[in-house]
Nanobody, 121 residues
Framework: QVQLVESGGGSVQAGGSLRLSCLTDGYTYAFFCMGWFRQAPGKEREAVARIDRDESTTYAESAKGRFTISKDNAKNALVLQMNSLKPEDTAMYYC???????????????WGQGTQVTVSS
């Protein structure tokens, strides 16, 4: 059974940075597309960024220029570096895996438990 374990969330002031990590097994890391999503209270879950098998990346407009998704090969970890954080980035952040690498984001079917990010003004 595939497991995704997030870490790195916390509280930070606006303008600050956080680095989220998602640990998984070697097969998932190597062969699945992976991504980050977030869900704020009272809002629907939204995509943040994804990285595909060829390591191409895609970002939501809200993340472009501030967030960077990458892979840490030494740790089998998916990483989301978040800079210039804003209060509107406050949400639960989820790591997800897509075994089919569906290009329209609908294939993400494996989810972690989430890590909370809180940005204060």
């Amino acid at each position: 059974q595939v497991q995704l374990v997030e870490s790195g969330g916390g509280s930070v002031q606006a303008g600050g940075s956080l680095r989220l990590s998602c640990l998984t097994d070697g097969y998932t890391y190597a062969f699945f597309c992976m991504g980050w999503f977030r869900q704020a209270p009272g809002k629907e879950r939204e995509a943040v960024a994804r990285i595909d098998r060829d390591e191409s990346t895609t970002y939501a407009e809200s993340a472009k220029g501030r967030f960077t998704i990458s892979k840490d090969n030494a740790k089998n970890a998916l990483v989301l570096q978040m800079n210039s954080l804003k209060p509107e980035d406050t949400a639960m952040y989820y790591c997800a895996a897509d075994p089919s690498c569906d290009s329209n984001w609908s294939g993400f079917e494996i989810w972690g438990q989430g890590t909370q990010v809180t940005v204060s003004s």
